[in-house]
């Protein structure tokens, strides 16, 4: 199910070179039996952070996100944008229709209190978009949506489950993070 799920961390845990003061001293690993719990707990949403790392002059977060299925309406898609943390997708099962870009229709500030803000992705607005650009993606698909980039699902035939990885330069998530159902 996470097969070349190490590709993803290699390409983007790349961070800028960091002085040796602020270099971490050593690795963090996520297994697969922690992202499975934090994905399968009863509580939560469909977007679940598993852990935000500090890696010396940014932050790295990793998430899982699993939806159910996503009619397609024929209307206007509804989406998120993150303004300052980017998101790379790694599809481990499923697959569907993803919209990017476009013209943002009825934007919103999400709260800064909202779970979304504080520990998922910093920042964010909610919108629907006109045009964009839709692209189907299935299990093994790599997506990357920079930050500022509106995203949301167009269609989902069954489910689609992702990991998602989140450069956070600026580190407006909270270093340290680690889902409450693995401090268990």
């Given amino acids: 199910m996470y097969r070349g799920m190490m590709a993803v961390w290699a390409v983007v845990v790349a961070a ?15 297994t697969r ?9 009863p509580d939560g949403g469909v977007d679940r952070q598993v852990k935000v790392v500090d ?14 299925r996503v009619e397609n ?12 943390v980017t998101e790379v997708y790694y599809i481990t099962s499923g697959g569907g229709t993803l919209v990017t870009g476009g013209r943002l229709v009825e934007p919103r500030d999400i709260p800064s209190d909202s779970p979304i803000v504080t520990e998922l992705v910093g920042a ?6 006109d045009g964009g650009q839709s692209r189907d993606v ?9 930050a500022g980039v509106f995203h949301g699902w167009r269609q989902v035939d069954d489910h689609v489950t992702y990991l998602s990885i989140r450069p956070d ?13 693995l401090e268990k």
């Fill in 16 to 30: 800028p070179a960091v002085s040796v003061a602020q270099q971490p001293t050593e690795a963090t690993v996520v």
């Fill in 33 to 41: 039996e922690q992202i499975e719990a934090v994905r399968t707990a």
């Fill in 55 to 68: 890696i010396g002059k940014s932050n790295v977060a990793v998430g899982i996100l699993h939806r159910n």
């Fill in 73 to 84: 309406t024929g209307g206007p898609v509804r989406g998120i944008v993150h303004t300052l």
């Fill in 124 to 129: 964010s607005i909610s919108a629907a978009t």
């Fill in 138 to 146: 299935k299990e093994g698909d790599v997506v990357i949506i920079p």
């Fill in 169 to 181: 330069p600026d580190k407006v998530l909270p270093a340290g993070y680690v889902h409450p159902v």
